[in-house]
């Protein structure tokens, strides 16, 4: 069998410990339910990493031996240390998958690898969203419908603070009008980046097969193929060179 595609799932998991309601719908936290959806595929190794372990789960061990890492982070992005998103940032720029979910659009590493502001509009009152595929032959959209149905989400709309993203694989559209470009992929350095938008904590949409689908397929297209370190180096020459006077 080929070699398994190593996953780290990290989130912050504060919210599933402060409210009762979210407790309810992630009662181990959103990365325990993303890690038992990726674990259904044989082809995947599954751990998970939490703010408020040592350096956040994230040691360069953990992300030496990551393929690709899932980030989820809302309340606490400014408790991430500057040091370990570096260090994520560094990693997939050497060659790591990385996949930002929902409100990671304002996370260090996010921000770090766009290099833009990545601010968005929001409204939370529980409308309908319509995940419109509109790049189906993308390796992340493989097995997704025309579109997926959320029948109740957290509105994010535009304009999303992004660099133009290297694909648009779905763009959402909101009960309330707006609309979103919420699939989107880039690559920095040997990385690939996805980030996917919807995922509020307050309604149960990792929960949702299609949701899982499209993290699975994204895992499988951001895992890592090469490493590279990235490091300016003096080398000697291939060829014999003859000195000019
Ligand atoms: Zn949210």
Known sequence: MAKKIKVTVWNEFRHERKTEAIA??????IHMAIARALRANPDMEVGTATLDEPEHGLSQAVLDATDVLLWWGHMAHGEVSDEIAARVQNRVLEGMGLIVLHSGHFSKPFKRLMGTACTLMWREVGEKERVWTIDPSHPIAEGIGPYIDIPHTEMYGE?????TPDQVVFISWYEGGEVFRSGCTFERGMGRVFYFAPGHETFPIYHQAEIQKVLTNAARWAAARVRLPQACRMVPAIEKITPRD
Request: aromatic share 18%.
């Open 24 to 29: 309810k719908i992630y009662p181990d936290g």
């Open 159 to 163: 304009r999303f603070d992004i660099p």
